[in-house]
Every structure is written in structure tokens, then in C-alpha cells.
């Protein structure tokens, strides 16, 4: 029997329909043999990080099970952003989507291209808050997602949805 793994990422975007390439990328997961969408975070509104002159961010957390590597899983991810026309100009830039992995079972992978835990996840409240949503107990550098969550500055990260029904899996069932 193949193991399941237990990944979680990040999912945002600022231009175009974002919640639609959110959708998108969930469907797409949900749809392959080797991965199932376990959970979906509310869509949150926050602001940019990093690079400050462009709009605001929509992002959420997805709990993710599959039987996928960590850097299978990478080239999902990058090969959807691509199907999405994701572009990669500017660090911090504008984008349709964006998919980072956060966590993965509870192993730490430091490849080219990949590290996870996310580097940064810890910092960033627009990650933490739809991550802490789905999955408050789980550990990163030693401590629980929702006292990281506690510990960074949340202005201007608005949930903009009740729970994860923004989501509905696509009509064919498993």
C-alpha cells in the first residue's frame, strides 16, 4: 500500500482572478490519483509583503495528502503556476498564483529549489493565518502554528470567507 504524506501550502495571488487560479489549483489536486485536498483555509485579503506598490493579496492554506515526494510534489506545483501563466518577474511581484509548499509530514527538505519547512512561513501572517485555520497544532522550528500566528503583526490580513467552502471538490468523487 503507497504511504500517504501530509503536505500543506500556500496559495495567493494579486492580479487577475485569484480565487479562480486558487480554485483552479485545488481541482487540478484533488483530480490526480496521487494527491487529494484534505483542507481548505477561508480566503484571507492581506497586503503585499515584501513589495509594497501593487494590490492587495488573496490567499489561503490547503492540507494536502498525497503520495508524492517533496520535489514531485514541487513540479506539480510549478507545472500548475505554469498552466495558470504564472510569470516569475520580480521577487515579491505581482502574480496569478503562487504555490509554495509549507510543510511536509514533519520532515525537513533543503534541495535546490526547495526548503521546507518554508523559510520564511514563520513570519508572514498572511501564511500563518490560513495555515493556524487548518492546522493550529502543527509544529514549525518547534512551536505550534497558531503561537507563531500570536507572535506576528496581522494588520490588514482580513478573513474574507467563513471557512473553506469556497472550495467544493468537483463533482466526481473519489
Known sequence: MMRLHDAFLCLGGNIGA???????????MDAREDCAVAAVSSLYRTPPWGKLDQPDFLNAA???RTSLEPQELLEVCLELERSLK???????GPRVIDIDILLYDTRSVDLPGLVVPHPRMSERAFVLAPLAEIAPERLVAGARVDALLDRVDRTGVT??????????PMAEER
Do not use: N, S
Open 62 to 64: 490547503a492540507h494536502i
Open 86 to 92: 504564472r510569470v516569475r518577474g520580480e521577487r515579491w
Open 159 to 168: 478573513k474574507i470567507t467563513e471557512d473553506g467552502g469556497w472550495w467544493a
Open 18 to 28: 485569484p480565487d479562480e487560479a486558487m480554485r483552479a489549483v485545488l481541482d487540478a
